[in-house]
C-alpha cells in the first residue's frame, strides 16, 4: 500500500445542477472487515480490482458496513422539501481498471424511507426498504457513549452496538501511516454498483475532508455478510477498525449513469 495524502484528492465542490442533492449524514459509522479476497468473486466483475492490503502478512480486502442518518436531504439547486431517513450502506474498496480510479463497490442499501422507491425502479440501484432505529447518547465531549443502530429488512437485517472513549486508540495495520488508511476509507467519491437489469451503474459523491474518531464494537449482527460467506457471525465481532463521525455532508450528483 502507498501513501495516500488528502492533498491530492481534496478539491472544491462542483457546482450542483439539475436533481443534485445534498445532505447531512448523521450518526456517521464505519463498520469494516479485513477479509479474505477469494469471497468476493462472485461479487465484483472483471472491470474492478479489490483495493487490498497486507494485514499480517496476508492479503484482504476491505469492506465497511455505513449507518447513518440522512438529515435535510433536499435539492442542492432549488427550494425542496427537506427529509430525514436512516440509511445503511455495504460497501466494499476496488479499482476501477479501465480508468484506473479508487472507489467503492456497492453490494447494496437499506433506506428509511417510501422515497426508496426513486433509487430502487427509477434509477434502479441495488437499493432495499427497511425499518431503521438509532439510539445514541453522547457525552458532553461529543463521544458515543452508546452508539445503537437496529435495521429490519428481509434483504439485510442488521444490529450494532458501539461505544466509545477518549482513550480508543487507532488501528491502521496495512497502511503506511494513519491519512493513508483515513484517505482509503474516508474518500472515495465514485460509487459502482450492479443495477437491477444487471448492468454496471455508477454515481459520484462530494464532500470535505471527514473527521471520524475509532470507536469499540460490543455487538453486530448483519445477515447480509453471513448470508453472503463474506463474514460470519462470530467474525463479525472482530472488526478490522470501527469508525464513527458525529455529522458532515454530502453533495450527491444526479442521476446515475450506467457504464455499459
Known sequence: MKYLNFSTVLYSRPQPTGIDVQCKLQHFALISYAIDPDRFSQIIPKRFKLDTILVH?????????????????????????KFNMGQTNYRVY???????????????????????????????LPWHKAKIHFDCQQDHHGNYQSY?????????????????????????????DLES???????????FYHRRDGKLGTYRVWHDRLHPTPAKLLHAKFELLNRLNLVSFNDQLKPYSVLIEPINEFTIYLPPSALE
Open 57 to 81: 502478512g496476508h492479503e484482504k480486502a476491505l469492506l465497511s458496513v455505513v449507518p447513518f442518518i440522512d438529515i435535510d436531504f433536499t435539492s442542492a439547486c432549488y427550494p425542496f422539501p
Open 181 to 191: 488508511y483515513l484517505v482509503y476509507l474516508t474518500h472515495p467519491l465514485a460509487g
Open 148 to 176: 445503537k443502530m437496529t435495521t429490519y429488512s428481509e434483504w439485510a437485517a442488521a444490529e450494532v452496538h458501539l461505544t466509545q472513549s477518549r482513550q480508543e486508540e487507532w488501528y491502521y495495520a496495512g497502511f503506511p
Open 94 to 124: 476496488v479499482i476501477d481498471q479501465e480508468t484506473q480510479e479508487h472507489g467503492v463497490w456497492f453490494i447494496g442499501t437499506t433506506l428509511d424511507s417510501w422515497t426508496v422507491f426513486v433509487p430502487r425502479f427509477v434509477w434502479l
